[in-house]
């Protein structure tokens, strides 16, 4: 009997321990891609409490954390648990005025941050070559700016939904196309006559 209760008592501490383990490290994290890829909480996965192995947010083994700098108030270098490394500005722990955000996809964002997230000017370039330099707003491309595409082609023109919709005008060669009505379609560009 002691022996069957001891047994019942080994496997409930295991999976106590199971739980809790699952728990923490889920406990901040959203549905979906984050913009940077970390586990952190938000409307678009870049605020909340970041993930430190130590009391100061450094971690010499895994290369993760605050690995330079103020990661508090200040100037400093933070790198995410996908890879993702911001070098800038912090302020209350979150990403806060002039930086540059490097995905591990090979994106990077170089502009200001507000609160964590991308906004107002900002400088995009997709790992394909694409680039987007313009307004952004709460993490997103939102309002004016100029969309090129890797081949060149050039949209002058307003963004939405994190530039998926937008209209302008069409530049090639440094010069307007302005008898071109085009928009932006789920990142398609389409010009009418």
């Known amino acids: 009997m002691q022996t069957r209760m001891h047994i019942s008592l080994v496997l409930i501490l295991i999976l106590t321990a ?8 889920n406990s901040g994290e959203t549905a979906g891609a984050n913009e940077d890829g970390s586990a952190q909480s938000g409307a678009d996965g870049t ?8 009391a100061n947010g450094n971690s010499a083994l895994s290369g993760q ?22 070098e800038g500005r912090f302020k209350d722990g979150q990403r806060h005025g002039p930086g540059k955000l490097i995905y591990p996809n090979g994106d990077r964002y170089e502009g200001q941050f507000l609160n964590g ?3 107002q000017f900002g400088k995009y370039i997709f790992a394909n070559g694409d680039e987007y330099v313009g307004e952004f707003d709460n993490g997103n491309i939102k309002g004016m700016g100029i969309y ?7 949209l002058k023109g307003k963004f939405e ?7 302008g005008v069409l530049l090639r060669d440094e ?9 932006v379609e789920d990142r398609t560009l389409f010009c009418r006559n």
């Open 65 to 86: 954390g605050c690995i330079e700098g103020n990661c508090s108030n200040g100037e400093g270098i933070y790198v995410y648990e996908t890879g993702a490394r911001y």
């Open 47 to 54: 605020t909340g409490n970041r993930s430190t192995n130590t």
């Open 117 to 119: 997230r991308r906004h």
């Open 161 to 167: 939904e994190n530039g998926n919709t937008g209209e």
């Open 175 to 183: 010069r307007d196309d302005r008898n071109q009505n085009c928009s």
């Open 148 to 154: 090129r595409w890797h081949d060149g082609t050039q």
């Open 18 to 25: 199971y739980v809790g383990c699952s728990s923490v490290q």
